[in-house]
């Protein structure tokens, strides 16, 4: 079985992201000719071809799908080591919580308060960042440990713990008629004249089909909401940063989402244990069943 370079990966995911080895030699500042000869051997020594080349240009085997998808996950976990590396160097270093802005906010505040009463606690750093971004900033080593929510992140690869299970709303325009509503069903807002369902991005950072606006972060969704161009199904929970011109209304039939939390299986680190400890007490009762 022949060994594979960090190096030969880096070379390789570039071609493989820029579909373009002058686009690939340029991103990783080096000449086009050497980069060339690093794919044809990494080739030669899999035994496989990896990219199709002709006067069309250039693209992915199934070979070399293969090997994208694993690249990542074998540099992720290069740069995790050696970020986690350097921090288990300082002592006093904070453990770092990364969470979606705006989701879970009433649970992420307990954890905090409850973590920090503990006796020689740790201190606990809260990064945030937009939808779907813990998986990565958990694998690379960013991170220590992640609030997440099933089914909507990628927690393959991660321990989890359930904390808190919970229905969905549907985020709209305070004025729109459907705001005044009690409750509504996930076929009432898939099908509103006017006001069409935000798309986010999924986790290989394309976009589903559909008439309503691409979003990547709460502020666009926020103010879309509010200008009434878009209406989105969101954990209910996330409610928390909701503006004075948005309603949100429970939608009886959608379904329920769960707050985890997940950190790396290989994971030595007492201050991960003891925060996952803290997290565990406070689980809901629809959690723990």
């Not at 009432?188 to 006017?194: A, K, L, T």
């Not at 011109?245 to 680190?269: F, G, Y």
Request: with cysteine.
């Amino acid at each position: 079985m022949p060994d594979l370079e960090t190096r030969e990966l880096r070379y390789f995911v570039a071609v493989a992201e820029e579909l373009h080895f002058g686009r690939a030699a340029d991103r990783l500042g080096i000449a086009q000719p050497p980069l060339s000869r690093a794919i044809r051997q990494l080739e030669q020594r899999l035994g496989v071809r990896l990219f199709d080349r002709d006067r069309r240009g250039v693209a992915l085997t199934d070979a070399g799908r293969v090997l994208l998808r694993e690249a990542g996950t074998v540099l992720d976990a290069v740069t995790a080591a050696a970020r986690r590396t350097r921090r288990a160097a300082d002592p006093d270093r904070p453990l770092v919580l990364v969470t979606k802005a705006g989701a879970s906010h009433e649970l992420l505040q307990r954890l905090l308060d409850a973590h920090a009463a503990e006796p020689g606690a740790a201190p606990v750093e809260v990064l945030l960042c937009e939808v779907g971004e813990q998986a990565g900033l958990l694998r690379d080593g960013r991170a220590d440990v992640a609030l997440m929510h099933r089914p909507f992140d990628d927690l393959a690869g991660f321990d989890t713990e359930d904390l808190h299970v919970e229905g969905q709303v549907a985020l709209l325009p305070a004025g729109h008629p459907l705001a005044t509503r009690a409750e509504l069903t996930l076929a009432e807002v898939r099908d509103v004249p006017g006001l069409p369902i935000a798309r986010w991005p999924r986790l290989d950072g394309s976009y589903p089909d559909g008439p309503g606006p691409e979003v990547r972060t709460q502020s666009q969704l926020a103010q879309l909401v509010a200008l009434g161009r878009t209406l989105l199904v969101i954990p209910a929970s996330s409610r928390a940063w909701q503006w004075p011109d948005h309603v949100a209304v429970p939608v009886v039939d959608a379904p329920d989402v769960t707050t985890v939390i997940a950190w790396p299986p290989n994971s030595r680190s007492p201050a991960v244990a003891s925060l996952v400890r803290s997290a565990a007490a406070l689980r809901s009762p629809a959690a723990r069943g």
